[in-house]
C-alpha cells in the first residue's frame, strides 16, 4: 500500500502534499491541548496494530486500520497516521519522503470519510448494531484507500493501470478481514469504554 | 533504525555520537535527506540515478550503519514494489525486446522500472542514515526548530514515547493467549481473537492517556513543548550543507546538462 519516491508524477506528489498538509492542519486545529496525550497514546496503539500480522490463506498482511483510527480519532487521524507514516519511511525504511504527502492522503481521508459515515452508528447503544457500522467503517476505508492509490498511480501514467487494478483485485480478502476485526474491536469497546467511540479522541 | 523507535534506553545504540554523520546538526540532516530526495526524484538518466544510489551507500557507511541489516531492510521495501515494477516493461507502451509467454515486454518499460527502483532505493538509503540514526526525540525537537507546529511535534513525541509501551503490553496479551493455546490461522475465531486484542489494547490506551494527562496536570503543564537541549549550528554542519547541496546540484547538471546522456 505504501508508494514509493520516484512512481508517481510530480503534479501528484505536490497535490497529495497540498492535501495532506490540508488535512493535518486541520486535524492539529480540532486538536486542544488537553487532547495531545489521548491521541498520541492511541496514535502509537495504532502504529503498533498495523504490525500485527494477521493470516490470510498460505501468507499474511499487516493490518491497517484506517476505518478504526478514524472512528476514534476524527479529524486527528491526519496527523496521528502522518506521524505513523513517517516514521515507517525514516525507521523503518517502508514508504518515501517525497510521497509522503500522497501516502498520508491516501491513508488518513478514506479514515475521516469512515468517521463521519459511522460515528452514528457505532455510537449506538446496541452493541451489535455498533459492531456491523464498524465492520462497514472496516471495509469501506480499506476500499477508499486502494481507490486512492490506484487513482494516484493511474493519474502518474497509463502503465501504472493494471499494478493499480492489481491492488484493488489483491486487497478484497483485507477489506473483509479489516471487516470482522473493526466490528470486534467496536462489539468490545461498546460494552467495555463507550467512550472510545464517542470522544473523537 | 527500528531498535530506536522500540527502545527508549540510549545505551544500546552502539557508537552514538561518534560518526561523522551523527556529530551533525539534526536540522542539517533532515534538510539535506529532504533536498536530496527532490533531487533525484526529477532525475531520469542512468549516470546521475546511479550515483545518487552510491550517494546513498556512502552514507549508510558514513553513518556508521550495519550495512548487511540495512540492505535486507532495503531488499524488503523492493518486495513490496516488485510487482508492480515487473508489471511495468508489459504494460508500458514501446519497442519490444522481449516476449514473456505471448506478453511483448518493452525497453521503454524496463527502463522505467528500474528508475523508479534506483530512486527508490537512494532516497530510502539517504532518509535512513541522515534521519533514521537519530534519536525520535532529536528528530521531533529538531522539528520543531524547523517551524514544524508544534502541536505536531507533540504528537509525535507521544507517539514515539508510547510505541514502545504499547508494543510490550501487546506482545504481554500476545504470551497470554498463546499460553491459553491460541494459534492463528484462517478462521473467524482468528480475527475475532486479534479484534478483541486491538480493542483491549484501545482502552488500555485510553485510560493511560487519562492518568498522564492527570500526571501532567498535576505539574502543571500549560501546553508549551519545552526543549531542553540547545542546538548549535557548527562549521562541519556549514560545510556538510555545502557539500550536500554541491551533490545535489551535481546530480541535477548531469541530468539537465546532458553530460551523461545515453
Given amino acids: 500500500m505504501h508508494i514509493v519516491d520516484g512512481a508517481l508524477s510530480t503534479e501528484v506528489v505536490i497535490a497529495g502534499g497540498v492535501l495532506a498538509a490540508g488535512g493535518i492542519a486541520l486535524g492539529l486545529k480540532r486538536l486542544p491541548v488537553e487532547k495531545i496525550p489521548a491521541a498520541g497514546v492511541l496514535s502509537a496503539t495504532f502504529f503498533v496494530a498495523s504490525l500485527v500480522h494477521v493470516p490470510v490463506g498460505p501468507s499474511s498482511v499487516h493490518l491497517i486500520m484506517n476505518g478504526l483510527a478514524g472512528l476514534i480519532l476524527g479529524w486527528a487521524a491526519f496527523p496521528a497516521l502522518f506521524i505513523g507514516l513517517l516514521l515507517q519511511a525514516v525507521f523503518f525504511g517502508f514508504g518515501g519522503i517525497t510521497v509522503l504527502g500522497v501516502n498520508t492522503f491516501n491513508i488518513a481521508f478514506p479514515a475521516v470519510l469512515a468517521y463521519y459515515a459511522t460515528r452514528r452508528g457505532c455510537a449506538n447503544p446496541n452493541p451489535k448494531v455498533a459492531a456491523a457500522w464498524a465492520a462497514f467503517g472496516g471495509a469501506f476505508a480499506i476500499a477508499a484507500t486502494t481507490a486512492c492509490v490506484a487513482v494516484a498511480l493511474a493519474v502518474s501514467g497509463e502503465q501504472f493501470v493494471p499494478a493499480a487494478k492489481l491492488v484493488f483485485v489483491t486487497h478484497i480478502p483485507i477489506m473483509a478481514i479489516e471487516a470482522a476485526i473493526s466490528a470486534a474491536v467496536v462489539f468490545l469497546a461498546a460494552r467495555v469504554k463507550p467512550e472510545l467511540l464517542r470522544s473523537e479522541v | ?262
Avoid at chain 2, 544500546?12 to 533531487?39: K, N, Q, S, Y
Fill in chain 2, 1 to 262: 533504525m527500528a531498535h530506536q523507535v522500540f527502545a527508549v534506553d540510549a545505551e544500546e545504540i552502539p557508537d552514538r555520537g561518534r560518526t561523522i554523520v551523527r556529530r551533525l546538526d539534526p536540522r542539517a540532516r533532515i534538510l539535506a535527506a529532504c533536498g536530496f530526495a527532490v533531487a533525484v526524484v526529477a532525475l531520469k538518466s542512468f549516470a546521475p540515478l546511479l550515483l545518487a544510489l552510491a550517494g546513498g551507500l556512502v552514507l549508510m557507511r558514513l553513518a556508521d550503519m550495519e550495512p548487511l541489516p540495512t540492505l535486507k531492510r532495503v531488499a524488503m521495501m523492493d518486495g513490496f514494489i516488485v510487482f508492480m515494477l515487473v508489471l511495468l516493461p508489459f504494460t508500458t507502451p514501446g519497442e519490444t525486446v522481449l516476449t514473456v509467454a505471448g506478453f511483448p515486454a518493452t525497453r521503454e518499460g524496463f527502463v522505467l522500472a528500474a528508475q523508479i527502483a534506483l530512486k527508490a532505493n537512494a532516497i530510502v538509503l539517504a532518509a535512513m542514515a541522515l534521519v533514521g540514526t537519530m534519536e525520535p526525540v532529536t528528530l521531533g525537537h529538531a522539528l520543531y526548530r524547523l517551524k514544524v507546529p508544534e502541536n505536531l511535534v507533540h504528537l509525535m513525541l507521544f507517539t514515539v514515547r508510547y510505541i514502545d509501551v504499547i508494543h510490550q503490553e501487546y506482545q504481554r496479551m500476545r504470551l497470554a493467549m498463546r499460553a491459553r493455546g491460541f494459534r492463528p490461522a484462517n478462521t473467524r475465531h482468528t480475527y475475532t481473537s486479534f479484534g478483541y486484542l486491538i480493542g483491549m489494547m484501545l482502552v488500555r490506551a485510553l485510560e493511560r492517556s487519562e492518568r498522564i494527562l492527570a500526571a501532567m496536570k498535576c505539574r502543571g503543564f500549560s501546553g508549551r513543548l519545552e526543549v531542553l537541549d540547545t542546538l548549535r549550528y557548527h562549521r562541519r554542519d556549514a560545510a556538510f550543507a555545502v557539500v550536500a547541496a554541491l551533490f545535489a546540484g551535481a546530480l541535477l547538471f548531469m541530468e539537465f546538462a546532458d553530460v551523461a546522456a545515453f
